[in-house]
């Protein structure tokens, strides 16, 4: 029985260190990327990086994207685009992100981010936009 | 590259396949050890699986008894079934890798097994299949063709 207490013992750190490894990674990425820019647009938009095997762009990144209504998203082959990827440092699949009028990225989501987080945070861009053009 | 239609049930009943049978080698072992036999077959069963999808012991179940029984329902996605195909592959080299290490080094072969069941199970409750994002890496760098 200790064989396996001590085996659970040692996944149980593997774990928690993977853990930590992809919260700091993700941190990293994301401090890295907001602010990075592409193309400006009349609206706020969003980059959504996927490609060919990622499943769970089609099973529940895609569905959320659809569920935002009239909003702007520009679908980006990582693989295919790899310069652009590389610029928001993405290191997953599905990767968002929310980018203000002018081209510049306001959040970066790594992994599923599902519609309400979305929504949230194009309501910020445009909350930002506003008060821009109230300044 | 083009998509399939991936039955994800299927993926579904295969990760559970794992899950139960490294659990009950794990937990089993520390009663009656020869349960550790379990480990290497499944290293088996996932490379042959892997290689030769007719022979993938947990899909062929689904396939040919829970799908026609209505047990398990079918789940269609448009998908490509590489990324899972590598990541089945992967789980059946690290249990093939524990297997070496069950006799002379438990504690290794039965942490390494015990991860890939954490793995399936993360996949399978979750969706995130940490295969599918080596694939993606591997193939970001043109060490493999991802797309």
Sequence with gaps: MSTQLWALAVVGIVVLAAAC?????SRRARARSVGASAAPASEPYILYFTGDGC???RTHQEPALAKLGPVRVDKVDA???RELADRFHVYTLPTTVVMSRDGAALHVNYGYAPAPKLERQLAEART???AVATA | MATQVVDHSALKVNQAGIIVTVLVAFVGSAFYRPLLVLIPLLAVVLLLGTFAPQLALFKQLYFKILKPRGIVKPRPVQDRPEPHNFAQGMGGVVLAIASIFLLPLPVVGL?????VAVLAFVNFAFGY???CQIYFQLGKFGLIRAS
């Design chain 2, 111 to 115: 942490a390494l097994s015990l991860l």
């Design chain 1, 21 to 25: 490894l992809e919260v700091f990674r």
């Design chain 1, 128 to 130: 930002n936009l506003q």
């Design chain 1, 79 to 81: 693989i295919a685009e």
């Design chain 1, 55 to 57: 499943t769970v762009c």
């Design chain 2, 129 to 131: 299949c940490l295969g």
